[in-house]
């Protein structure tokens, strides 16, 4: 499957955004999919996931901040990000995975080129 992350952009801290990940070549609905981040210097980290029947879980720092969604019929998964804040700075990528539900990166096999979000203080 290939995943194609957009949506990012600079906003100020309190603002939203919503990203998306588009999927395209295989079966969006049998994928469990998982947003992850990098801030400059660090490690990728796992922001929130979605599996294939849509349960959702999601990291301390965007729980009741971020919701995670999938629409099916259009083969796309979004990150709604609320209330955000200048350490939610960072590229996020979206992955995919048929077999494993996880929050660990090395448990997705698909990945997407990543998306700029800034927020500015």
């Known amino acids: 499957v290939q995943l194609q992350a957009f949506g990012g952009g600079v906003v100020q801290a309190g603002g939203s955004l919503r990203l998306s990940c588009a999927a395209s070549?295989?079966?969006?609905?049998?994928?469990?999919m998982g947003w992850f981040r990098q801030a400059p210097g660090k490690e990728r980290e796992f922001v929130a996931r979605i599996s294939r029947s849509g349960n959702t879980y999601y990291a301390d720092s965007g729980k009741g901040r971020f919701t995670v969604s999938r629409d099916n019929a259009k083969n796309t998964m979004y990150l709604q990000m609320n209330t955000l804040k200048p350490e939610d700075t960072a590229v996020y990528y979206c992955?995919?995975?048929?077999?494993?539900?996880?929050?660990?990166?090395?448990?997705?096999?698909?990945w997407g080129q990543g998306t700029q979000v800034t927020v500015s203080s």
């Open positions: 070549g295989r079966t969006f609905s049998n994928y469990n």
């Open positions: 992955a995919a995975d048929m077999a494993r539900i996880t929050t660990s990166a090395s448990g997705y096999d698909y």
